[in-house]
């Protein structure tokens, strides 16, 4: 091919593919029943393998990683000091902690280890949460406090 003075000579194109013959249909694109099927089943395959990844972790983690039983350790209660800093009731065994939390740290503050105290203490936050059967009468309760008294005798007026 012979230099044009402008640059390189053109690239020549190569022919136009065969023609196609009477009878011979074109090649159709693939129809989307098709293309869902596949992306289904890639995602078939991506999440198996993810299960897969997850399951062999599990299975190889040291067992030491397991969560620890309520009679161990348990969080009985927090109450915010300010913004950056909160108080925890904590459960250990047979003692009760209290922890100073702040972003960066955690600071004892306190230890109780009378065992009347512990269950003293323990039971009064248990008390206060939400489910608890103290809860549930405290709320039944002030349910019936708060309905209007018959007028008269007990019973006396009704049909």
Known sequence: APRNAAGPAPLKLSPPSQPLEKGEKAAEPPS????????????????????????????GAPKGTMVLPTEVL????????????????????????LLSLTPGSIEPVAEIDDPQEVDRL??????????SISEN???????????PAPTGFVGAGRD
Do not use: D, M, Y
């Not at 323990?122 to 949460?129: D, F, K, Y």
């Open 32 to 59: 989307s029943g098709s293309a869902f099927a596949s992306v289904v089943s890639s995602l078939v395959v991506v999440l198996g393998l993810f299960f897969l990844v997850v399951w062999f972790a599990r299975r």
């Open 74 to 97: 348990e969080v009985l209660g927090r109450a915010p000091l300010n913004a950056r800093r909160q108080l925890h009731v904590v459960r250990f065994g047979n003692k009760l902690l």
């Open 122 to 131: 323990a039971g009064i936050c248990h008390e206060l949460q939400t489910g």
């Open 137 to 147: 009468f405290r709320q039944v309760f002030s349910q019936i406090a708060r309905e």
